[in-house]
């Protein structure tokens, strides 16, 4: 039964009160945490807002209430300027009918913030809606950007003044009207409303590609050109990179008249005068009006693969370099299977691939990783950077880089858009001082002389054969295998030190049990929890070992993950350290137990540390007590589907084992343990030798030579 329980007075901007309701989920996602956040905060912290209703057994809270506790508590992950325009932008769901649909609700208010920004004051001033139409009628006389989603509003006595509030609430949480517009465009998707989004790509990569125009370099007053501008994305990122008040000229196009209204506005609103702008229906720039741009960035529309047409998708960049005079530069984003993958051998598509490489037009191709449409995950991309310079300048070099196997992450893009900045400042020619990562430079001609193939690097470029980690591969692999020999030696010389001596045990000695919750209670053992660290913070290289699950269970080598020591001080200050003997033991996603020797370690939860009490009576032993434990919970794995083991930790029963045995297991178990470990030496070496070799082997720059007095057929 759905019970509900008004806590306050319904918002004047609101159309009811349920919508300022909220669930645990939402404010996991309101404070950008992990979902069971919320709840721990409700359970500890005596001051967090009460439910105020229930909903299908689902706790609902006053989400005004909850954003003054997080923003007073400083609790979360968000700016709490952010936190006052999320709440307001919670309740644009409420507004949805059938009256009112999502793309209605989009235009009228992206209009009023354009027109607060336009008139530089607030459009809620108590006055009436039909006021408010004429002082937008006067703004926009030919109805070109916001005028007609204004009158477009149902009820619009009732719902025009709501509205109008809510655009001056968010711009008051914002810093600016454009990164309010912003807020709204990024909250489309909780409408209903994604259309818009599914045919640009993800914020990250256009970012990207505002890093890779170059457009902070351009001289003040230039003409920068975005064809399918689609809802406005690339024009934004581009006029948010260039410098502060540098009186750029922006042109853009797109097919479908709506998104050219909403880039209209939202390039209004970031002080674009519109003697500045021009945005036109259709795929045409207006250049012959304005002159040829100085920059061209765009996002070509996506296509499907089976209906694709390689030569169709080159025939539009090459309508796309009609537009580039000389010194102009076009950044252009499209499938890769086509900008850089192989094609057809003389094909249609081929000679006209390769015609970009003769007049030096092309500079540089790039393939990107999976997930710049996050609509279409898919759909692989890939950047080509042209520029026309005079004859006498070209180099006739090409930069090839292929990012399609590196995550889709901020760091990987600033390091490409880096690479392509020293690239272009260097005049598209190469400085041995810098090495592109992950790319190389080629000669134009080699890829012109292949036809066919992929515009993807190929083998390493020849000054990477002086880099240091590759000039000192021969000595790394003999270390390597003089390291591998004197294991070998070792693992000879103790072949016959291992002595069980086990036998079987007399009926008259039976041997007591205990189980670990009873050795808890006794205090001969004790209980540390693990901690929750952040997978960012975790790297092959820092001050501490970090014990995971994966490590415990053998899926991962100890000393794979550890933590700056700075970090731990300042994220993690509650983390206890393990102690030598310890034992670090997980049930999920099953049970293992690892005996940490030498301490000084940091278990990562849900793993956590059993701890052995020096003065136990009688004694126990780490090494006994972990082999024992793993052939108990043996006895009771999960079974298949099933949520949990079958029995807790705490649950398991053990030997309880007299001191004298107690100490003859542990020794044979400390040889059999360094046997191991001697073993597990051998490997990591031997991985490191093929992992090695195999790199040299892959770039080309090891080859094998046939031992002395042999032959080799």
Known sequence: MTTHTTARTPSAILPETPAWRITYAEIAALAQVKRPVPTTWARRHPDFPAPVAHEDGRPLFDARAVVDWLASTGRGNTDPRRLRAELALHTLAAWRTPALSASALLGALTSLVCLHQQLDAPVADGRPWHMLLER???????????????????????????????????????????????????????????????????????????????????????????????????????????????????????????????????????????????????EELTADEWGYPHLLVCALPYEAAETRDPKAVLDQ??????YLDTGATAVVLGPADVLTGPLARHGDADRLRRSFLKPGLLKAAISLPDGAYAYRPGYRTAVWILARVPEEQRTGLVLLADYSARPLTEPVLDALAEDIAIWRALGWTLDRRHEPRHAAVVHGTDLDGSPGAAFTPQHRTPASRHLRTVVERPAVIADLERRLGELHERARAGELRLHARAELRPENQPVRRTSVGHLLRARRLRRRPGHRFAPEHLTSEGHYTVLT??????????????????????????????????????????FGVYVDVEGVSLVAAPARILRIHPDADPPVRPRVLAALLRAAAGEHTRTSGAVRASRRIEDLVV??????????YEAVLAEVESRAALLREQTAALDDLTRVMAAGMTDGTLTIQPLPHTDVH
Request: charged content about 25%; glycine content about 6%; some cysteine.
């Open 136 to 282: 937008a009628a006067d703004l926009d006389p030919d109805d070109r950007f916001l005028l007609s989603e204004l009158r477009a509003l149902p009820d619009p006595d009732r719902t025009g003044p709501a509205l109008a509030h809510l655009a001056d609430e968010l711009i008051d949480a914002a810093y600016n009207p454009a990164e309010a517009f912003d807020w709204i465009l990024q909250a489309r998707h909780r409408l209903g409303s994604h259309t818009p989004a599914a045919d640009g790509p993800t914020p990250a990569v256009v970012r990207a590609l505002a890093a890779l125009s170059g457009v902070d370099t351009l001289d003040e007053g230039a003409v920068i050109a975005v064809p399918h501008a689609c809802s406005g994305d690339l024009p934004a990122a581009l006029h948010d990179r260039a410098a502060e008040d540098s009186g750029h000229v922006y042109l853009a196009a797109d097919p479908d008249p709506a998104r050219v209204r909403l880039v209209r506005r939202r390039m209004l609103v970031r002080g674009v005068y519109e003697f500045r702008l021009d945005v036109v229906e259709g």
């Open 317 to 322: 960049v090459a309508a796309l370099t009609d």
């Open 549 to 590: 699950p994966e490590e415990i269970l053998g899926t991962a080598r100890i000393g794979d993950r550890h933590i700056d020591r700075g970090i731990l001080l300042t994220a993690y200050e509650h983390a206890q350290f393990t102690e030598p003997g310890d034992l670090v033991v997980t049930a999920h996603p099953q």
């Open 655 to 664: 030997p309880d084992l007299g001191s004298a045995e107690a100490d003859l």
